[in-house]
């Protein structure tokens, strides 16, 4: 039931304190601050290349963990999107570990590709939402979301799920692997503990992100720019708009808007720019100057640091509280599911059942 929320859509993405507080807390120990993922019988530490495979919003949650596989457990990490990966006779090592991530665990493109790998003698890994489905049952390591049943198309409350998983294997596998000390990993462990406050301060900003949704709405087209593990929320961000919105839109990395697409700024073309404060904003600043000095309209999502440096002369600046870079992937999907919402609901779209799309993709 909707509740006191217009869609399903809205109650999920409303969800996320408490669905993510929920997976944290099957994945992390509060007595001690470690890591603690099932048992399972496979020596996580022998793993030298982890292949992940997923599709839509799950990919991109697939997409931010290549960067903290990498970044902790210095685990070099092949991705693609099942559709792509099934059929390009992929190269699996031996004793791999083949990662799927699905909310359904039904995707028919994502499920092919996890018996292809099977097939091929790898352990197969399932970060799923639905515990009694396909996937979840074809899993020698299953990882578990408890984000609790999606309804909305657009999936919201999985995504930051799948994100909390993730970042707990990334954590666990760089412990395995020796290159976590005990201090960094209960380190890590608050961190993540400080997302669902994070999510919720993050929430707060509603009402703003609602009464700026008209300045996008009559586009016709509209950029996300991201660097970093912010890089696959501009391609969520985008991929939300056009989903309930049916506006076009597009994610690119900050850095390749001067390679092609900055031919198509003007001042019709509103740009999103997702860039918390940090090493790596100034880069996108000077991307974003790039995008204003041809016309370009920018909303820059950011904390009071980053919107207090680079936010004058913006259309609009959405604050986020600031938090650490590891939990910055979840608390900034909310002002991009919000900012695809609000702008759906100001066009008049049916947000919870877009056109042409289904909740399950089981067709390849
Ligand atoms: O159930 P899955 O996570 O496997 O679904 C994958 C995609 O079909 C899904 O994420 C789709 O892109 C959503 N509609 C995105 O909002």
Partial sequence: EKGN????MQKEIFEQPTVVAQTLGSYLRRDDYSVALPQFDFDISSVRRLTIVACGTSYYAGLVAKYWFEQF???????????????????????????????????????????????????????????????????????????????????????????AVLAALAAHMAVKRGLMSRAKETEVVQHLLEA?????????????????????????????????????????????????????????????MKHGPIALID??????????????????????????????????ISDAQGIKDAGEGCMATIEMPKVHPLIAPLVYAIPVQLLAYHVAVVKGTDVDQPRNLAKSVTVE
């Fill in 5 to 8: 929320y217009r869609h399903f």
């Fill in 73 to 163: 457990a210095r685990l070099p990490v092949d991705i693609d999107v099942a559709s792509e990966f099934r059929y390009r006779e992929p190269v699996l090592e031996d004793g791999g570990l083949a990662l799927f991530i699905s909310q359904s665990g039904e995707t028919a493109d994502t499920l092919a590709a996890l018996r292809h790998c099977k097939e091929e003698g790898q352990t197969i890994g399932v970060v799923v939402n639905v515990p009694t489905s396909t996937m979840a049952r074809e899993a020698d390591l299953l990882l578990p979301t408890h984000a609790g049943p999606e309804i909305g198309v657009a999936s919201t409350k999985a995504f930051t799920c799948q994100l």
């Fill in 196 to 256: 669902p406050a994070c999510l919720n301060a993050a929430l707060d900003h509603d009402d703003d992100i609602a009464s700026m949704a008209h300045l996008i709405a009559p586009a016709r087209d509209v950029l996300y720019l991201g660097r970093g593990q912010d890089y696959p929320l501009a391609l969520e961000g985008a991929l939300k708009l056009k989903e309930i919105s049916y506006i076009h839109a597009e994610g690119y990395a900050s850095g390749e």
């Fill in 267 to 300: 001042e019709d073309v509103p740009v999103v720019v997702i860039a918390p404060s940090g090493p790596l904003f100034e880069k996108t600043v000077s991307n974003m100057e790039e995008v204003r000095a041809r016309g370009g309209k920018v909303v820059l």
